[in-house]
């Protein structure tokens, strides 16, 4: 099977018309999908099924050949907010979104799901860059320094660092300048910047380098070895990648057949049936 990508670009698009394209399916991506879309629209080729769940393929106003095909980010972060509302009433929510239309897509959902509650529940965005959880704080970056906040999302640590890492056993590695050295829970420096590289503690050890040394091949070994054991395994990406266009191309089909049978004035037995019987 060949398969030809039309770009954005006037070439693309000429491409796109002069091959006689009946239709456009299952095209990934929502920057790619959203910049060929006016075009697409302008000329009725169908857009069909796009496969980026943005809550504004489904705009029959303005594009009426765009079709999408999963639920939205929106939908879903108004699943999310629904739940939240019934069995965690008194959570408070800490919103950590990508910073465009995806990310955007999401807090929307968010709060229009907790409608009149948002403003009680919600954390606002306020950081560019946020990591997960470890000993009770999390690393956050505004402009260009990193700093930790709390669960509760208050600031404990300013942003000061270059760079900074996650909290375990009561340490975390800090960079400042071009020197790597290890900082306590209140921001205070327990190890100096003096390292060329450094890793989390564990156990009350941490990996370090110094001098320009290297790590040993024996160490970067058990570190790939420590890596590979604990990455998550593809086998249920692919399934659901799959299923997706299993189902993908069962509806097209479907539709494909039920459109030709229409025009062709054949019932769905195949049985000719006068055009006036329709």
């Not at 999408?68 to 800490?94: D, F, T």
């Not at 890793?199 to 970067?220: E, I, Q, W, Y």
Request: charged share 25%; hydrophobic share 40%; glycine share 10%.
């Amino acid at each position: 099977m060949k398969f030809r990508i039309f770009g954005a670009d006037p070439s693309g698009r000429r491409q796109a018309m002069d091959e006689g394209v009946a239709f456009i399916f299952s095209s990934v991506g929502g920057a790619t999908n959203r910049a060929v879309q006016p075009y697409l629209n302008q000329k009725g080729v169908p857009q069909l099924f796009v496969a980026s769940p943005r809550d504004d393929w489904a705009d029959p106003a303005n594009h009426p050949w765009t079709i999408g095909w999963q639920p939205s980010y929106r939908i879903e972060a108004r699943v999310y907010a629904r739940y939240l509302l019934a069995h965690k009433v008194k959570a408070k929510i800490c919103v950590l979104y990508q910073n465009d239309d995806f990310g955007k897509d999401y807090l929307d959902g968010l709060q229009d799901g907790l409608g009149a509650k948002n403003a009680k529940m919600v954390i606002n965005p306020q950081f560019d860059e946020a990591g997960n959880i470890s000993d009770s704080m999390a690393v956050i970056r505004v402009g260009g320094k990193f700093g930790y906040i709390d669960r509760s999302g208050k600031m404990v640590i300013n942003p000061q660092f270059d760079s900074a890492g996650d909290f375990h056993n009561g340490r975390a590695v800090a960079k400042l300048g071009n020197k790597f050295g290890y900082i306590d829970k209140s921001g205070k420096v327990k190890i100096p910047p003096q390292f060329d590289s450094a890793g989390d503690f564990s156990d009350g050890l941490a990996l370090v380098s110094m001098g320009g040394r290297p790590m040993t091949k024996n160490t970067l070994r058990m570190v790939a070895i420590a890596k590979h054991r604990n990455r998550p395994r593809a086998r249920s990406a692919f399934r659901d990648a799959s299923i997706a266009g299993t189902t993908m191309e069962t509806t097209i089909i479907a539709c494909c057949e039920k459109r030709m049978n229409e025009v062709s004035g054949l019932n769905a037995h195949n049985t000719l049936v006068p055009a006036n019987a329709r």
